[in-house]
């Protein structure tokens, strides 16, 4: 779709918004609602990366309708659990988890291939589940992430789960055991030229070796991370 291209290639969000709308239209005429639905999914992106997030989720809630009544499971899922991302942007984290609690029976419906959705799913309910000072249940959701995520070939998703677990240690004060994740999150990263997920994952590095008193350790980090990045 000439939409995708605009927003994925150029990032012409305002531009593929317009195509989004366009394609909808023809849709709409032709009386083939699924597919109206179907095509406002990169709207949706579209608005959420021009920070217009209150349309983002208008236009995902009437494509959720539409899926919901024409039994559309996958889609479902998959704009429920895009409504509950954008809803945690807003910091709405109890709507947040009701939607990605939502989506997760949607997926359950598919059988064995819905787990792999369940998965990266998963991660986001666990730092919903952490920002609403759920600890032990966002333990356990990225737990839950990490053993499918270890029947499949994932391995950024995997380390996506490990550091979300990291962040929940770190929060926790167990510091030796998000130190461990980290450094393995953080050569998950490198190896596959993730720069910036890498440096990100190295300040929470640092943020538990500070609390740890390694100083001479941050000291050279912060000297890495100006040689690497």
Do not use: W
């Not at 787990?115 to 759920?134: D, F, H, K, Q, S």
């Not at 720069?195 to 390694?214: H, K, S």
């Amino acid at each position: 779709m000439q939409g995708n291209r605009s927003a994925f290639g150029a990032g012409d969000f305002q531009g593929a918004i317009n195509l989004y709308d366009q394609a909808a239209s023809i849709y709409r005429n032709l009386g083939m609602p699924v597919m109206e639905a179907n095509s406002q999914i990169g709207k949706v992106f579209c608005l959420a990366n021009l920070e217009r997030f209150d349309e983002a989720i208008k236009c995902g809630l009437k494509s959720q309708e539409v899926f919901r009544v024409h039994d559309e499971t996958l889609r479902f899922a998959k704009i429920t659990t895009n409504l509950g991302i954008l809803l945690g942007r807003k910091g709405h984290d109890a709507e947040a988890l009701d939607n990605f609690e939502l989506a997760r029976d949607a997926y359950k419906k598919l059988g064995e291939p819905g787990r792999p959705y369940i998965a990266r799913l998963e991660i986001n309910r666990a730092v919903a589940l952490r920002n609403l000072g759920r600890f032990e249940d966002s333990i356990a959701a990225s737990e839950n992430a990490l053993a499918i995520l270890s029947c499949i070939e994932a391995s950024i998703d995997i380390a996506r789960a490990k550091q979300s677990l990291a962040i929940t240690y770190l929060l926790l004060t167990r510091f030796n055991e998000a130190l461990q994740l980290l450094f393995e999150v953080r050569e998950a990263f490198l190896a596959d030229d993730r720069l910036r997920d890498a440096m990100r994952t190295e300040l929470f590095i640092n943020d538990c070796q500070l609390e740890l008193g390694r100083y001479e350790d941050v000291l050279q980090s912060c000297t890495d991370i100006r040689a690497k990045f």
